[in-house]
């Protein structure tokens, strides 16, 4: 759900907000033999390591964020209206504090100096605008604060500007830094004018603030950590690819896991199962934990890998080894420590163990549902949740899935279901993990079970 820009005028060339990886916005000046001059930062991400260290240390561009900055790396520091020249094209500096201090819109002008975007980072979303709960400081700064900030930032310097500017936000649907963000990718700001709850011309700033801190779900726990590594660097994305892709035989892979257990008791390493659902379910090392590279799957190994300097041994599809470890990267996982070569089928002609995850089609509990059936957990989000659930069903949700857990006996017979499948096997993998000794998946989740007659509670 991140996006990134490229901006080129006249061989010259900027790039906003990249990811983790420098090669394709070098390729793409290489293209047209342009040279990126400037790589701009909208704010100090939290969702996502950018790539603005190493791009501007590839390229020598000037690398820029806006008032306030405080960064551990050379970096140009804008004042509020400074213009950069890209070419004949013209980017300025607009400060728009809320989503953090130092968050900043950038609005690019064309060759006869007229409005022509803006790129507005995590501060206006397309049918949403940034949550303003991240820079809190204790004692000095609150959510409400930062919110009214906000109010003022989009109300004195985004909405003045002429309604046919295109917005191009940095975040897009199922970003964790919205509520409402829409699944277009970019609008005029006239249109966000009419149609964003946020940019009511009739809003009072109470409205405001008291409509954007409603219902905002706890950040995941890797934020803060993507901050840090944002503010300060972090290893060159080169070397953690050459690290993480190692490619290791079964027996070396046995070995390298029984290292890493043995090295830190408190921070062991982790075999992540990137395969597809039905290929975990199948087989897998005993003890591994599933997050699918086709489902949310950095925001997923954000959420519930507790640790960025977790070891990481990867298990993939054959040839999306180096997909595992770049998007591990993009979230600040950079210690991938090799990769299992030959995938799972090499683990299995070499004699070594898999475990298999126990399932029940949703048609085979209609008959028992209520009767002596084991428990059922329900690991969709709490909105999902009160939205329609089956009767005498618990809801565990896989983002708080370890503090949820009281009152649960790892020795009971428990059913795991989520939506679609994806989420319940991830949870079936955790909870293995954490030793229950006793859960089954239904696979196809909610919307299979429903579609089997399974009675649904309606919200009241």
Known sequence: AQAAYYIESDGQAAVIDPLRESFPYIERAAESRARITHVFETHFHADFVSGHVDLADKTKAKLVYGPGAKTGFEAHVAVDGERFAIGKATIEVLHTPGHTLES??????????????????????????????????AGELTEKDLAGMLFDSLRNKIMPLPDD????????????????????????????????????????????IAEVT?????????????????????????????????PLSPEAFDKR???????DAELPGIVLD??????????????????????????????????????????????REEEAVRRLSRVGYDHARGFLSGGIEAWKAAGKPLARVPEQSPESLTAAWGGEAPEVLDVRKP?????????????????????RLEGLDPKAPYLLHCQGGYRSLVAWSLLTRLGFTDLTNVPGGFVAMEEAGLPVQQPA
């Open 104 to 137: 900043t819109t950038y609005l690019l002008r064309d060759e006869q100096g007229k409005p022509h975007c803006i790129f507005t980072g995590d501060t206006l979303f397309i049918g949403d605008v940034g949550r303003p709960d991240l820079a809190q400081k």
């Open 165 to 208: 500017v295109i917005v191009y936000p940095a975040h897009g649907a199922g970003s964790a830094c919205g509520k409402k963000m829409s699944d277009q990718t970019s609008a005029t700001l006239g249109n966000q004018k009419q149609f964003n709850y946020a940019l009511r011309a009739d809003m009072s700033k109470a409205e405001f």
């Open 214 to 246: 409603e219902g905002l779900m706890p950040p995941p726990s890797y934020f803060p950590e993507n901050v840090r590594l944002n503010k300060e660097g972090y290893d060159a994305f080169d070397a953690v690819m050459e690290r993480g892709l190692e």
């Open 257 to 263: 896991q029984q290292q890493l257990e043995a090295e």
């Open 274 to 319: 990137t395969r597809s659902v039905e290929a975990f379910a199948e087989g897998h090392i005993p003890g591994s934990v599933f997050i699918g590279l086709d489902g949310n799957f950095a925001p997923w190994v954000g959420a519930l890998v507790p640790s960025l300097a977790t070891p990481i041994l990867v298990v993939a599809e054959q040839g």
């Open 383 to 403: 909105s999902e949740y009160d939205a329609g659930h089956f009767e005498g069903t618990r809801n565990v949700p896989l983002d708080y899935l370890e503090s």
